[in-house]
Every structure is written in structure tokens, then in C-alpha cells.
């Protein structure tokens, strides 16, 4: 019986991105039945990959989550992605544009980050500098994108960073009270997009707001005897905490800079004369600065994170930290 001529398949390496079906060689003997059953589960096989490789294309993910999956959501940091996990639970898939490490103030999105924001139901944003110049970069383009200010009704202190002068303090998550109402907005925009799990968001917006408050009655028991007291860190983000539990924030970076010369030596003397031994860096930022004010006052620097992504865990120990400085 004649074989099936393999002498045409195509050479290796003519092949650069298009998917190549070649013969195979078939054992003597082998049946015509046997030869096209081969055939046929090869074709099979290769239109099953092909099909696989388009269904998990971004495009085609975020189409059939807001379909039948979940809600492909999008948050600029982790303390906000947290928020929305934890009401959206398993009706939302949450990215976050800020990674661990990184300086949201001075953050720009990879291309491949703003194209899978564009494929995004919903776009959470609390207010960073970074945040607004995204939306306005991608809104025209997306009209599919709803952008939801998870801040709205919150009164808002003036930013001391040079970046956001003019502007409003964004650091509104790091007091719990404010956090409470930054978890109604997320239910209600989640309401607004899923009305079929509006309950179950609900629910979970509860729950949470009842967590948000168990930890804001546990961080002001802890922090109640230290009240009009400063602490210095090397980025003003904690002022909405301060102001929340009756603390004074001192801040290394003055408008966004490291000091001069001349500031630092002021801010020596002022912290030398606060009794100050612990100098608190953000783990986004250059130590050299704080490093320097701690060893002309004889202290230490610690690290304590603004940006960590579980709230309640990271706030209890920002709370310890602080105690810890104040005793």
C-alpha cells in the first residue's frame, strides 16, 4: 500500500508566527481508516488551540467576564483594590495599576496596563495626580469605562506634597472613618453596574463598614494617651490618620523634596526638641534623607507603608509603630 507522502511538509523554520499543519509519516501497514482518524483528531487539536489563544485574548476575557464571570474592575492602588475585593467578592475580578514598591506620585501605567484599563467595567480611583491624568488620557477613547470616584463625600485636607499642591490631600485611606465611606461608594457603583447581586454587595459593604469600625475603636483606644503628640516620617501621607486620632504629623520631605541643608538643620532642632528618636520611611521612597535627620538626632529609622494593600492589618501596625515611637 502506498504511504502518505511526507515530502511536502513545510521546512522547519519557514513557519514564523502562523500555526504550520504537516503530515505526518505513518508506519508501514498503517490502514487508510487509521490515516484519516489521524488526520482528523490533528485538525481537531490545532483549531481547539487556535480557539483557546483568542478566547484569553484581553479583549475577549473582559467581554465574556461582564457577560457571564465576573466584573473585570480595575483600582489605581492596593488599598483600594482590597476595598473593592472585599465588597465585590466573587462577582468582580480586581486589577491594580500601583505594584507593591512603586511611588504613585510619580507612576506612569505601561501600555499593556492601560490597554487591559480600557477592556475594564469599572476604573476606582481615589484621587492620586496620576489617577486624573489617565482618565483624561483614555475616557474618549473608552466610552465602555466607568470611572467612580470612591472619595465622593469625604471632606478633603490641603496636599503638602509639591506634586499635589493645589490640590487636595489623596491619603484618604489611611483613616479608617474615611475608609467607611469610601466602601458605601464602591457598593453603590457595584450596585449600579451588577443591579442582579445588589444584595450580596450590600451585604458585603456592610460587613466591611463594621470591620472599618472595629479597627478605628481599637487604634484610638491604643493611640488615646498620646494624643497632641508628633510623629515624623519621611512623606506627609499619614495626615488624615493624625488628624483622626489627635496626632501632629511632621514631615523630612518638604514640598515634595528632600530638605536643603538649611531645612534639615531646623528640622533636627525641631525634632530634637519634640524628644523625637524614630524617623518612619515609606518603602517607595530614597532613605537618605530620613537616614540623615536619625543619626543627628541619635535615632533610628523605621519602615511603616502607606500603601500596603490589607488595610485593617497594615493600619493596626502603623497604630503599634506609632505607640511604640510615642512612649
Not at 505513518?26 to 483528531?41: E, N, Q, R, Y
Not at 541643608?261 to 517607595?284: E, H, K
Not at 500603601?307 to 485593617?312: G, I, K, N, S, T
Request: hydrophobic share 50%.
Amino acid at each position: 500500500m502506498t504511504q502518505p507522502d511526507a515530502s511536502t511538509a513545510e521546512p522547519a523554520g519557514k513557519a514564523d508566527s502562523a500555526i504550520v499543519c504537516q503530515p505526518p509519516v505513518w508506519p508501514a501497514g498503517t490502514s487508510w481508516v487509521a490515516v484519516w482518524l489521524g488526520i482528523g483528531l490533528a485538525v481537531a487539536l490545532a483549531c481547539t488551540a487556535i480557539a483557546l489563544v483568542q478566547d484569553w485574548s484581553p479583549k475577549a476575557h473582559a467581554v465574556a467576564g461582564g457577560a457571564t464571570g465576573p466584573i473585570p474592575v480595575f483600582a489605581g492602588i492596593p488599598p483600594l483594590a482590597w476595598l473593592v475585593e472585599r465588597i465585590g467578592g466573587g462577582h468582580v475580578e480586581v486589577g491594580v495599576l500601583v505594584q507593591p514598591g512603586q511611588d504613585p506620585h510619580i507612576f506612569e501605567p505601561t501600555p499593556r496596563q492601560v490597554m487591559a484599563l480600557g477592556h475594564a467595567r469599572l476604573f476606582f480611583k481615589i484621587g492620586m495626580p496620576f489617577e486624573n491624568e489617565l482618565v483624561q488620557r483614555i475616557a474618549a477613547r473608552h466610552a465602555g469605562l466607568t470611572v467612580v470616584d470612591a472619595t465622593q463625600g469625604i471632606v478633603k485636607r490641603a496636599a503638602t506634597d509639591a506634586d499635589e499642591v493645589g490640590q487636595a490631600d489623596p491619603h484618604v485611606w489611611l483613616a479608617p472613618p474615611l475608609m467607611r465611606i469610601m466602601a458605601g461608594n464602591v457598593a453603590e457603583a457595584l450596585v449600579r453596574a451588577d443591579p442582579d447581586h445588589a444584595a450580596d454587595y450590600r451585604r458585603r459593604a456592610a460587613a466591611v463598614a463594621a470591620e472599618l469600625d472595629a479597627l478605628h475603636a481599637r487604634i484610638a483606644r491604643r493611640l488615646a494617651p498620646f494624643r497632641g503628640q508628633r510623629f515624623y516620617v519621611f512623606h506627609p501621607a499619614f495626615g488624615y490618620f493624625a488628624d483622626t486620632y489627635g496626632l501632629v504629623q511632621e514631615s523630612v520631605e518638604i514640598e515634595g523634596k528632600s530638605p536643603t541643608p538649611r531645612q534639615l538643620q531646623a528640622l533636627v532642632r525641631q525634632a530634637r526638641a519634640d524628644g523625637v528618636r524614630i524617623i518612619f520611611l515609606q518603602p517607595q521612597f530614597d532613605p537618605h534623607a530620613a537616614e540623615a535627620v536619625a543619626r543627628a538626632i541619635g535615632g533610628s529609622v523605621v519602615p511603616m507603608d502607606s500603601l500596603a494593600r490589607d488595610v485593617p492589618r497594615n493600619l493596626d501596625d502603623v497604630a503599634e509603630k506609632i505607640a511604640a515611637a510615642l512612649r
